[in-house]
């Protein structure tokens, strides 16, 4: 499989990467501002959200719906979204309309006009969003989990607190902007059936003059171990449990992953097959490794009626423990497996190139070809996996979330 | 991209849509049942027999299932909906055999009664977590509002009390009677190696007995619904209300499909829409949509509302006015447009998937025994006139008695 990607990097400090699939029609471009949630002032969680709303309302000529209708008559698969660390413009299309549609993410990122009579509406959709969370309990255990277990700011909601949008008015929204919407950290990704050196020239014109911007990183305050429970009157419980995980750009992410993906990453998993096939507990079950540029986390989540979940909570707790000394090449191979073909079958998709290329440069610095990646994988073993295992089990800061009815009972050693 | 099909002596059809440059196998067996092919003895019985597939043949079990799934690297899953019951996977295309092979010994399932008893419970979960999260059932409930008596009233999932009562000798008869090779489609696209799928359909099904399948009960669509008014779903402590109001639409053998399609992406897609920058964009509604569903004999257009409970009824009662300026003919040509071309692009990106395509090809040949290219569906996107719309509006009207269910804190109940 022939794989050619690209890099560049503008005077102003903008990354420019590309990848190369002849075999596509479409191509899908990402615009990844370095600004999120993490960066949202004291007393303003959801501004970064907010802002993200506000840059759609009017940019450049564009008005509000000026901008979605340019997009929709190139007929762009458009999306914008808000992380902790990131405000992320993105799109895919029929690879002919890309150069009709590169000046319209350039003046939603630099020339957003903020208007002032747009900002109600903007608050109040952020707010109808918030409450609808409030309806999702899957939702509210994983972002409980967070809050209590994540490094401040990295635990905050980054879709917001309602008290602190409610409080936010525009004069907020433009400072913010001024502040941190800054080519500084930003990243510009594109695959599918391109034409670099075109695509090049085009984001230097639109974005090279742009002064780069001095604004300054967070840094994290500490983290969990912590329990809490939340009151939440519904049939099922919902538990979730977080423990310290090393970022993605450590060796060791790889067998963090393995390890993750053998406690409940499909239905072969431990959990899976210990909380749902063999006990009947649940419909769902899971253990994921997640991360974050500085720090990773290792998360297990299940939900359950309330008179089920506390025996749910203590076989996920239990599998937690068994893991060390018992992992088999069988599910050695199984991880490899599923791997290889993920990253096979991404190459199928523009969308999916565009994300993952972003994703490394901002994790790794660099973009790693498909064959390093099945490389690295390849090294993967029983012994790896098990030596990663001795180090971070049982886990030194475990965090234990529950909402229900009730709360469970959780291991003493574990401080609410 | 190439289509082939065989079909085997016992009625089992095997096709594929061949893509030279793809670098997945998508395969999945359709098979044609679902809520609707269900009586009041065995509701759920489609969904949970789609559970129990995966847990085990007579030489398999469920945990070994599970393995090998795992170890061909793409994992398997199945959806069952109203008409329907789908089993697929998608792994790299030296994993095909391995892939058809599994998925096909699945469709002769052990049916173990302590399995049964086990998933049972699993099945009792899932509904509680979907009673437990917007829309809280309003969906199912309104279904049931407008189809009355019809067979596609039915949920899909079944009720507490119908699994509770669902023995295992009734679901034996429910797979005998549905899964007859003349009711199921072995589909597969991407990379795909046909002489080799349909030699593995010869060795893995080919001894399947040619029953004949149990015809399904196909009833006239009420024309407007059999329960009209509204009906309230009371959770206390929901944030919002969750509004789903039903009217008729054309069916999927109807010509009218297709500009039903456009019609609900211009009047009621999720950005770009009316319904959109008339309650969306202005904060009103936390979400409003307006979807065409069709189904083998029936069709409906639906609306999708979320927001703060007193302002459910305004703003359905907006989205009525809406609709009823749309059927006036004030339909822009711009938004024609613009709706038009959203919708082939659709056609165009998704058509880069094998297992995007693998739904499309499947279910259109399950339903009704054709084959449409990508190529084909974009030609029908681009020949839908402004008339076309006109003339949809005029017979199927929107304001055509509706039955509507509101889900939220109690409202003025």
Not at chain 1, 359 to 382: C, N, P
Not at chain 2, 296 to 318: H, I, K, N, Y
Request: proline fraction near 6%; charged fraction near 25%; aromatic fraction near 6%.
């Amino acid at each position: 499989m022939k794989q050619t990607l690209h890099s560049a990097t503008l005077d102003n400090g903008i990354v420019i990467l590309g990848e190369h699939l002849p075999d596509l029609e479409s191509v899908a471009v990402s615009f990844h501002a370095a600004v999120g949630a993490v960066h949202d002032p004291p007393g303003r969680c959801g501004l970064a959200t907010l802002v993200g709303e506000m840059c759609l309302r009017g940019a450049g000529d564009r008005t509000s719906r000026g901008i979605v209708e340019d997009f929709e008559s190139a007929g762009v698969q458009w999306s914008q979204g808000v992380s902790a660390t990131h405000t992320s413009f993105s799109g895919a299309m029929v690879a002919r309309h890309l150069p009709d549609v590169l000046p319209i993410y350039a003046d939603l990122l630099r020339r957003p006009t903020l208007p002032a009579d747009e900002f109600p509406a903007a608050r109040q959709m952020v707010l109808q969003n918030l409450a609808a969370l409030e309806d999702d309990p899957a939702h509210l255990v994983m972002a409980e989990l967070r809050k209590i277990h994540c490094p401040a700011p990295w635990g905050m909601p980054t879709e917001g607190l309602s008290a602190d949008v409610e409080a936010a008015g525009i004069d907020d929204v433009r400072q913010f902007v001024a502040d941190r919407l800054q080519p500084r950290g930003m990243i510009v990704a594109v695959a599918g059936r391109i034409d670099w050196p075109d695509f090049v020239r085009r984001v230097d014109a639109l974005l090279g003059d742009w002064p780069p911007g001095t604004a300054a990183d967070v840094a994290g305050g500490p983290r969990g171990p912590r329990a809490s429970h939340v009151v939440h009157d519904a049939q099922q419980t919902h538990v979730a449990v977080a423990w310290s995980a090393p970022p993605y750009r450590d060796e060791a992410s790889r067998e963090a992953t393995a390890a993750l993906a053998i406690l409940g990453g499909g239905p072969s998993s431990r959990l899976f097959t210990e909380v749902r096939e063999r006990r009947g507990l649940c419909y769902g079950v899971s253990a994921s490794y997640q991360t974050s540029r500085d720090f990773g986390t290792a998360v297990c989540y299940s939900g359950t009626s309330a008179d089920r979940a506390q025996q749910t909570l203590d076989v996920i707790l239990a599998e937690i423990d068994r893991l060390p000394g018992t992992i088999t090449a069988d599910e050695i191979d199984r991880v490899k497996a599923r791997v290889k073909s993920g990253l096979v079958m991404q190459q199928e998709s523009s969308a999916a190139r565009a994300g993952a290329i972003a994703r490394q440069w901002y994790h790794l610095g660099r973009m790693r070809t498909l064959a390093e990646d099945l490389e690295r994988f390849d090294r993967l073993t029983v012994a790896s996996v098990e030596s990663w295992l001795a180090t971070t089990l049982p886990p030194g800061d475990l965090s234990v979330v529950s909402l229900g009815r009730e709360p469970l009972e959780v291991p003493r050693a574990i401080p609410a | 991209m190439r289509f082939l099909h065989e079909r085997l002596p016992n009625g089992l059809d095997v096709i594929a849509e061949v893509g030279d440059s793809a670098l997945s196998t998508s395969v999945g067996f359709f098979v044609g049942t679902g809520s609707r092919d269900e009586s009041d003895a065995v509701w759920g019985a489609s969904h949970f027999l789609e559970h129990m597939v995966f847990k085990g043949t007579p030489d398999i079990s469920g945990d070994e299932i599970n393995r090998r799934f795992d170890a061909m690297g793409g994992g398997a899953n199945a959806f069952t909906s109203e008409e329907d019951t789908v089993y697929y996977t998608s792994v790299l295309p030296e994993r095909q055999d391995e892939a058809v092979d599994l998925l096909g010994r699945m469709m002769r399932p052990a049916l173990r009664a302590a399995d049964f008893d086990t998933e049972k419970l699993v099945i009792l979960e899932e509904i509680r977590m979907y009673d437990d999260q917007p829309p809280f059932g309003a969906d199912d409930r309104c279904r049931a509002a407008f189809f009355g008596g019809h067979p596609l009233a039915r949920s899909v999932l079944g009720t507490v009390d119908s699994i509770t009562a669902l023995g295992v000798d009734a679901m034996r008869d429910y797979h005998r009677q549905r899964y007859a090779p003349g009711t199921m489609v072995l589909a597969a696209s991407g990379a795909v190696d046909f002489p080799a799928l349909v030699e593995s359909a010869r060795r893995v099904c080919g001894e399947w007995a040619p029953e004949a399948p149990s015809p399904r009960g196909m009833d006239h669509q009420p024309l407007a619904a059999v329960s009209r008014g509204l009906e309230r779903v009371v959770r206390p402590t929901a944030s919002l209300d969750y509004a789903v109001r039903m009217v008729a639409g054309p069916g999927e053998r109807h010509e009218d499909r297709h500009p039903a399609q456009l019609l609900a992406t211009l009047l009621g897609d999720s950005s770009g829409s009316r319904l959109y920058w008339n309650l969306v964009d202005t904060g009103e509604a936390e979400h409003a949509a307006f979807l065409h569903h069709d189904f083998l004999d029936a069709g409906l257009f639906v609306t999708q509302l979320s927001c703060e409970a007193d302002d459910v009824e305004p703003l359905l009662a907006r989205a009525a006015d809406i609709f009823a300026a749309a059927s006036a003919g004030d339909i822009t040509t711009g938004e024609f447009q613009r709706a038009q071309n959203k919708l082939a692009s659709r056609v165009v990106l998704a058509g880069e998937r094998p297992l995007r395509r693998l739904f499309e090809v499947g279910l259109e040949w399950s339903h009704v025994r054709t084959y449409r290219s990508v190529a084909d569906s974009l030609r029908i996107v681009e020949s839908i006139s402004r008339g076309d719309l006109d003339r949809v509006l005029h017979a199927w009207p929107l304001d055509a008695p509706a039955a509507t269910v509101i889900a939220g804190s109690g409202g003025a109940a």
